[in-house]
C-alpha cells in the first residue's frame, strides 16, 4: 500500500489517502445505499431486533458494511457485519443491531416492513467495536447513547431528536448537525485521488481508524457514509485536546501494520463472506473476504 504524502485536513479531522498497485481486480459492486435507492436491493423486516432479510434481484452482486445504517422498520438498524449478496439472491438473513431502542413500531409515512434509505454509516470507534468485535446489543445502545451525548455537548444542543429521542439516524439528521458536518465536507469531500482505495484517520492529531478496500470504484462508492462518519466522530471529540499530527508516512504505515500479524479469529458467513478479526494491544482489524475473490475487500482498523 502507498500513503498519499500529504494528509487533508479539515477542523479537528485529518485523512490520509491509501492506494494499491494497479492490476488488483475485484467485481463491480453494488453497494446498499446505491441499491436501496434504485430498488435493486430491499431490507426486510423480520420481528427479531438482531435479524433482517436482505434480498439483492439486481445483476450484480452487493457488498454491505458493518455499520451501515438502514432507516425504517420498526426500528432503526446497523448492518452487525460486512456481507457480500450474490446477485438474484433471494430473500438471506442478515445480522443487525438496533440503533433506536425505544421505538417498536411504524414512524410516520416510513413502511413498517421495509426500509427506506442507507445514507449514513456508524460513526464511533467504540460503536464500530460492538457491532464487529463484541456483538453486544447492550453495548451498541450505551455507544448510540454516548455518541449522542458527546455531539450535544460539543454543539451545545441536544442531539436527540423529538419524534425518536434513541434513533441515531435521527441525531445525524438534526440541523446543527448537519449544519457543523458542512465544515468538514469542504475541505475533505473532493480530496481523494483517482487510484485511491481508502483513508487513514486522525481526529484530534491522533490515529484513530482506517478504511480500505479491494479497488478504487468500491472506494468511491463509499466514500461519502465514511467521510461523513469520520466528520461526525470529530465533532463529538472538538472538546478532547489535541495532539501532534504523525511526523512522516513511515508512522502512519507502521500504524497499519501494528496488528496485522495479531492471531486472527475466522468466521464465514454463507454464501460468500469470510471474516478474520485481529485484536493488538491498542488496535481491532477486521478483514473481509469475497470467497469467490482473490484479494480482501475491505480492510477496517481501529485504535482502542
Same mark, same amino acid.
Given at each position: 500500500m502507498k500513503i498519499q504524502d500529504t494528509p487533508t485536513s479539515a477542523l479537528n479531522l485529518t485523512a490520509?489517502?491509501? #492506494? *494499491?498497485?494497479?492490476?488488483?481486480?475485484?467485481?463491480? &459492486?453494488?453497494?446498499l445505499e446505491e441499491a436501496m435507492d434504485t430498488q435493486t436491493g430491499f431490507l426486510h423486516e423480520t420481528g427479531n431486533v438482531n435479524e433482517l432479510l436482505i434480498e439483492n434481484p439486481g445483476d450484480r452482486d452487493l457488498f454491505i458494511q458493518a455499520g451501515d445504517?438502514?432507516?425504517?422498520g420498526r426500528q432503526d438498524r446497523t448492518l452487525g457485519a460486512d456481507f457480500i449478496v450474490? $446477485?438474484?439472491?433471494?430473500?438471506?438473513?442478515?445480522p443487525v443491531f438496533c440503533v433506536e431502542s425505544q421505538r417498536w413500531h411504524k414512524r410516520e409515512k416510513e413502511s413498517a416492513m421495509l426500509f427506506s434509505k442507507s445514507s449514513s454509516f456508524t460513526a464511533s470507534k467504540k460503536l464500530r467495536a460492538?457491532?464487529?468485535?463484541? %456483538?453486544?446489543?447492550?453495548?451498541?445502545? !450505551?455507544?448510540?447513547e454516548e455518541e449522542q451525548v458527546k455531539m450535544s455537548a460539543s454543539l451545545g444542543i441536544s442531539a %436527540?431528536?423529538?419524534?425518536?429521542?434513541?434513533?441515531?439516524?435521527?441525531? &445525524?439528521? %438534526?440541523?446543527?448537525?448537519?449544519? !457543523?458536518?458542512?465544515? /468538514?465536507l469542504g475541505s475533505l469531500e473532493s480530496a481523494p485521488n483517482p487510484d485511491?482505495?481508502?483513508? =487513514?484517520? !486522525?481526529?484530534?492529531? %491522533?490515529?484513530?481508524?482506517?478504511? *480500505? /478496500?479491494?479497488?478504487?470504484?468500491?472506494f468511491r462508492k463509499v466514500w461519502k457514509k465514511l467521510l461523513q462518519a469520520a466528520a461526525y466522530e470529530a465533532i463529538g471529540e472538538r472538546?478532547?485536546?489535541?495532539?501532534?499530527?504523525?511526523?512522516?508516512?513511515? @508512522? =502512519?504505515? $507502521?500504524?497499519? @501494520?501494528? #496488528?496485522?500479524? !495479531?492471531?486472527?479469529?475466522?468466521?464465514?458467513?454463507?454464501p460468500r463472506t469470510r471474516l478474520s478479526t485481529r485484536k $493488538?494491544?491498542?488496535?481491532?482489524?477486521? @478483514?473481509?473476504?469475497d470467497t469467490v475473490v482473490a484479494a480482501p475487500i475491505h480492510l477496517s482498523i481501529l485504535a482502542q
Open positions: 490520509w489517502f491509501v #492506494s *494499491i498497485p494497479p492490476g488488483q481486480s475485484i467485481p463491480d &459492486y453494488t453497494v445504517i438502514v432507516k425504517g450474490p $446477485a438474484k439472491s433471494g430473500k438471506v438473513p442478515i460492538a457491532i464487529n468485535k463484541s %456483538k453486544s446489543q447492550g453495548e451498541v445502545w !450505551a455507544s448510540v %436527540k431528536c423529538a419524534a425518536s429521542p434513541s434513533s441515531l439516524q435521527l441525531s &445525524y439528521e %438534526k440541523k446543527e448537525v448537519t449544519s !457543523a458536518l458542512k465544515d /468538514y485511491a482505495v481508502g483513508v =487513514v484517520w !486522525a481526529i484530534n492529531g %491522533k490515529l484513530s481508524h482506517a478504511d *480500505i /478496500y479491494g479497488g478504487p470504484e468500491l472538546s478532547e485536546p489535541a495532539s501532534a499530527l504523525p511526523s512522516d508516512i513511515a @508512522e =502512519v504505515s $507502521a500504524w497499519l @501494520e501494528e #496488528s496485522a500479524a !495479531a492471531p486472527s479469529e475466522e468466521e464465514n458467513l454463507p $493488538a494491544k491498542s488496535q481491532l482489524r477486521f @478483514e473481509t473476504h
